[in-house]
Nanobody, 124 residues
Framework: VQLQASGGGLVQAGESLKLSCVVS????????MGWFRQAPGKDREFVAS????????YYEDPFKGRFTISRDNTKNTLYLQMSSLKPEDTGVYYC??????????????????WGQGTLVTVSS
């Protein structure tokens, strides 16, 4: 199983960025997916998750209204559209696949597979 995240980069505060995560080696459309962020010197934190068919989404409070998670099951790709970026959004963003049932999508330990991360740097 491989999760390949991309789309990170250096942006100014207030700008937007779209992350992508291409998944291979599992049936993408069967699994919920999530994005997590690890800021410098901090633990990995939940950003957003999306159900297997895209109908249900969840966001951690700091990201509600600014970030949008989506997926294209025809392309085996997960997305994170980030708008109104702030310097505190700086960090490595990881995509992850949740293959277990009955677990919380907000908890990192619930996820079975992880991408390598893509760095987002927001300057003030």
């Amino acid at each position: 199983v491989q999760l390949q995240a991309s789309g990170g980069g250096l942006v100014q505060a207030g700008e937007s960025l779209k992350l992508s995560c291409v998944v291979s080696g599992l049936t993408f459309s069967d699994n919920a997916m999530g994005w997590f962020r690890q800021a410098p010197g901090k633990d990995r934190e939940f950003v957003a998750s999306i159900g297997y068919n895209g109908e249900s989404t969840y966001y951690e409070d700091p990201f509600k209204g600014r970030f949008t998670i989506s997926r294209d099951n025809t392309k085996n790709t997960l997305y994170l559209q980030m708008s109104s970026l702030k310097p505190e959004d700086t960090g490595v963003y990881y995509c992850a696949a949740l293959t277990r049932v009955g677990v919380s999508s907000r908890v990192a330990d619930s996820y079975s597979y992880w991408g390598q991360g893509t760095l987002v740097t927001v300057s003030s």
